[in-house]
């Protein structure tokens, strides 16, 4: 009978930047596969670099692996804390005669190890005795040679096809402090000797990667085959990077974005960070679905940033009240209706969901629509208000259009209406039907509000492609557009009560969410997370 076969997978970061929706990718198939075959997942950081990383990474790291709802209990690890242990794997490999220290520059090694159609050629230090070699190694942990000038390479084959087996450095010399380990270490494991060992001391059993390191798995097999005892070793499995349209998603360019000024952190509602994502109004639920619904393959392949916005739809549709703000707010006087009369309109919270109950909107003469929901001399199939036409208010009443004043300049100050008081809900004529139903709030309760508009980073469909190049021709590409902040939107009292990081319907305009770092009850600030047209589902409709 086969033996049942335990799992246990890792979730690895390096702690170099912020996680992006690439990373839930990872997340969700490392955590994901633990869960369903009742196994285990650890959180590990890949912090061998001390030159690169930071607490600040190693916290926002953690913050949002919970954020997108998984567990990792007790078993957080730092490739650091096995330090010690790396050592002496590496003091083993030099005791077999299977690692030496090389004197040659980066550059010669570089030179050294050929290319795809050259073999590589021997370093002159290939051949030094174990003695020597375990003298040197232990010199260069005590710190008696400057940086850089020395390293440890494992003696393979400097004319195997695969350039990763030619003699590749697996300790290097950096007189940096590292984030965890201060001053203790002056030597640092390369990561493709780290993480192997790493994932056999936790005992891993599947060490899941993207396929940049399919290349690296002799490597990967060649060192758990020398050092590893343990009957059961891990295995590398890759699958493709996300890659997503209209962003880019590479760690060294989202760190560009920041340094550079497009966006005003790794935080930036625009950012494809889990933490923007999270600012802008994006749930785990939707994050999570649109994971499993992408899937995972070995074949690299773009997803359209479209479908993501769906999965964002499909989740707020049920929960998130609807309520109406008026982002372009002009002036609409009732002029058949009561100056000093005030009335309570009933509003339902949610049509898709009845257990959200209702709540109430005050009504008076003077109201707000937007300006484009009003036109002066339309073409034929216009429904919303122009002269002598009439629409619904949402609801409450069917006003009609008298009059416009404007100012000297032909900006429309006021649009003069009369209403029928009959057509309210309940009313004789409630059932009255016009073609255009407007959003709007009244004078009398409306409040301030600033609302920032958002749009793709990058102009480009294309860009996702091209993210795995290292130049960056990307900024020619970046959307002068990608935001704009609107400071006199008028939107309904009830949106006083809302806290930071709450979601809503605006009516007719798309889902916003409250900002997480500049909303407060006296200054409004939402963000809008998308509009409501799903190009998604119309292009799914259409393949049908
Ligand atoms: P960089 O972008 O700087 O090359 P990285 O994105 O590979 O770095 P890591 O911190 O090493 O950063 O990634 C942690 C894990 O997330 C790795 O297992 C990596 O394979 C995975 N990962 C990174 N980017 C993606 C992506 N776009 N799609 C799926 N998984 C990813
Ligand atoms: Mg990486």
């Known amino acids: 009978m086969e033996k049942v076969k335990r799992v246990h997978t890792r979730f690895p970061p390096e702690p170099n930047g912020y996680l992006h929706i690439g990373h839930a990718k990872s997340i969700c198939l490392n955590f994901g596969i633990a869960q369903e075959f009742n196994g285990l997942c650890n959180l590990r950081f890949d912090d061998t670099n001390p030159s690169k990383e930071d607490v600040e990474y190693v916290e926002s790291?953690?913050?949002?692996?919970?954020?997108?709802?998984?567990?990792?209990?007790?078993r957080l690890y730092y490739a650091s804390d096995y330090f010690e242990q790396l050592y002496e794997f590496a003091v083993k490999l030099i005791k077999k005669g299977k690692a030496y220290v090389c004197d040659l520059s980066a550059e010669e090694i570089r030179e050294y190890r050929g290319t795809l159609t050259q073999p590589g050629k021997d370093s002159p230090y290939r051949n030094r005795s174990i003695e020597e070699n375990l003298e040197l190694f232990e010199n260069m942990r005590k710190g008696l040679y400057p940086s850089g000038s020395r390293v440890l390479r494992a003696k393979i084959d400097m004319?195997?096809?695969?350039?990763?087996?030619?003699?590749?450095?697996?300790?290097?010399?950096?007189?940096?402090?590292?984030?965890?380990?201060?001053?203790?270490?002056?030597?640092?494991?390369?990561?493709?000797?780290?993480?192997?060992?790493?994932?056999?001391l936790e005992r891993i059993t599947h060490s899941i990667c993207t396929m940049e390191f399919e290349d690296h798995r002799p490597l990967y097999d060649w060192f758990i085959e020398q050092l590893i005892d343990d009957e059961d070793k891990p295995k590398q499995i890759e699958f493709a990077r996300l890659e997503l349209t209209n962003t880019v998603m590479s760690?060294?360019?989202?760190?560009?974005?920041?340094?550079?000024?497009?966006?005003?952190?790794?935080d930036d509602p625009r950012m494809p960070t889990i933490s923007g994502l999270r600012r802008r109004g994006f749930t785990p639920e939707a994050i999570r679905d649109f994971c499993n619904r992408i899937g995972v393959?070995?074949?690299?392949?773009?997803?359209?940033i479209a479908l993501l916005e769906h999965c964002l739809r499909e989740d707020l549709n049920s929960?998130?009240?609807?309520?109406?703000a008026v982002l372009d707010p002009v002036k609409v006087v009732i002029l058949n209706y009561p100056e000093d009369k005030e009335e309570i309109i009933i509003a339902e919270n949610n049509p898709e969901n009845p257990a959200a109950g209702t709540r109430t909107l005050k009504f008076s003469r003077v109201i707000y629509i937007e300006r484009d929901?009003?036109?002066?001399?339309?073409?034929?199939?216009?429904?919303?208000?122009?002269?002598?036409?009439?629409?619904?208010?949402?609801?409450?009443?069917?006003?009609?259009?008298?009059?416009?004043?404007?100012?000297?300049?032909?900006?429309?100050?006021?649009i003069h209406c009369t209403y029928d008081p009959e057509t309210k809900s309940g009313g004789s004529a409630a059932n009255r039907k016009v073609k255009g139903t407007l959003h709007w709030v009244s004078a009398s309760e409306a409040v301030k509000a600033e609302?920032?508009?958002?749009?793709?980073?990058?102009?480009?469909?294309?860009?996702?492609?091209?993210?795995?190049?290292?130049?960056?021709?990307?900024?020619?590409?970046?959307?002068?557009?990608?935001?704009?902040?609107?400071?006199?939107?008028?939107?309904?009292s009830s949106l006083c009560k809302a806290l930071p990081g709450d979601k809503f319907q605006f009516l007719r305009q798309g889902y916003f969410c409250a900002d997480l770092k500049d909303h407060s009850p006296d200054h409004l600030v939402f963000n809008r997370i998308v509009g409501l047209r799903d190009s998604w589902s119309k292009i799914n409709k259409q393949q049908k």
């Open 297 to 304: 393959a070995k074949a690299n392949s773009v997803v359209d």
């Open 319 to 324: 929960k998130a009240p609807r309520v109406m």
């Open 61 to 74: 790291i953690k913050e949002d692996v919970k954020w997108l709802g998984f567990s990792w209990d007790d």
């Open 159 to 200: 004319s195997s096809p695969n350039l990763n087996m030619r003699d590749p450095v697996i300790y290097r010399i950096m007189h940096e402090t590292h984030h965890r380990t201060g001053d203790k270490w002056c030597i640092y494991p390369m990561y493709d000797f780290a993480h192997p060992l790493s994932d056999a």
């Open 451 to 492: 609302i920032r508009l958002y749009d793709y980073l990058i102009n480009s469909e294309q860009q996702a492609d091209e993210d795995q190049t290292e130049n960056d021709e990307f900024l020619t590409k970046i959307n002068p557009n990608s935001l704009s902040i609107l400071k006199n939107c008028l939107v309904e």
């Open 251 to 266: 760690k060294r360019k989202l760190r560009l974005l920041v340094e550079k000024g497009f966006v005003q952190g790794w």
């Open 373 to 414: 929901d009003f036109m002066e001399n339309p073409p034929s199939k216009y429904f919303r208000l122009s002269p002598g036409k009439e629409v619904r208010l949402k609801y409450a009443y069917i006003i009609k259009c008298e009059n416009v004043i404007k100012d000297t300049n032909g900006e429309i100050l006021e």
